[in-house]
């Protein structure tokens, strides 16, 4: 009888912790839903998103355009390039009113003939006014415009090449330093370079040339938060004689479209 009363005695014992342990459960709960308590954010730190870079105003975005022939637009039949493409993209994006406030690119233009571009007034006070500036340049300092780049063969020289790499990145990191100086909140997006003699380049020494200039390129404007390398080489590596003018140099029509999409995508 004794021992029963203890078992009845314990029983109630767990009973009854049981029920307060419940209840006092039950209470926290309601205090947390009622008056949440704040958790430290050293215990459980966050991650937060980074916030999208709005270009422009609310209603508008004023486009600089900047560099050689490929900015210029040449070998598309329509004349619009990736510039006009990509201001049409970006208006139907956005649905903001885009301009091409001025197109300053000049065919056959070389890293140091931009660079004197950019000490120049003019060009310094289109730089200052500009929400967005689109830059190619670099081109023809490899390729030298597709002469001098083959000897008495049709053959590809690498080495007439990657002498040029370093003098034209030296004056790329110069431009761009003096662009930020002038307008660092402007969104400045860089042409990466392909390879236009790929399929002429039958031992392929030509594209770790290229994509060497382009992740030197890549690291120089990865210094600046608003400043964008944008990837071409991909758009022209498989089949890209498709994607070029009869001068087998510079996009054709579909080539600037492909370079214009893969714009609007980086921005997106």
């Known amino acids: 009888m004794k021992s029963s009363r203890t078992i009845w005695n314990v029983v109630a014992i767990i009973s009854v912790s049981a029920t307060l342990f419940f209840v006092g459960g039950f209470a926290y709960a309601v205090k947390q839903i009622l008056y949440p308590t704040a958790v430290s954010s050293e215990a459980t730190p966050s991650k937060q998103s980074p916030v999208k870079h709005e ?21 598309d039949s329509t004349g619009k390039g990736y510039v006009v493409r990509l201001k049409e993209k970006l ?43 689109l830059i190619s340049i670099g081109g023809n300092d490899i390729f030298a415009g597709g002469a001098g780049m083959f000897g008495t063969e049709v053959e590809f020289n690498p080495e007439a090449a990657k002498e040029r790499v370093k003098p034209a990145l030296t004056k790329l990191s110069q431009i761009v330093e003096q662009i930020n100086q002038v307008n660092p909140k402007a969104t400045v997006m860089y042409l ?20 060497a200039f382009n992740l030197e390129a890549f690291n120089i404007m990865n210094k600046y938060p608003q400043m ?36 609007a995508q980086v921005l997106k």
């Open 91 to 133: 208006q139907a994006d956005t649905g903001k009113q885009v301009y091409v406030r001025n197109n300053l690119s000049i065919p056959g233009y070389v890293t140091d003939k931009l660079l004197a571009d950019v000490s120049q007034k003019k060009t310094r006070d289109a730089i200052s006014e500009a929400d967005m500036i």
């Open 192 to 211: 990466g370079l392909y390879h236009p003699f790929i399929d002429m380049d039958s031992a392929r020494e030509g594209g770790p040339i290229v994509q």
């Open 55 to 75: 270009i422009g105003s609310s209603d508008k975005i004023s486009i600089l355009a900047l560099g050689d022939s490929l900015t210029a637009g040449s070998g």
């Open 228 to 263: 964008i390398f944008v990837p071409t080489y991909d758009l022209f590596e498989r089949d890209g004689v498709r994607f070029l003018s009869l001068d087998h140099f510079h996009p054709n029509g579909d080539g600037y479209e492909r370079i214009a999409d893969r714009y």
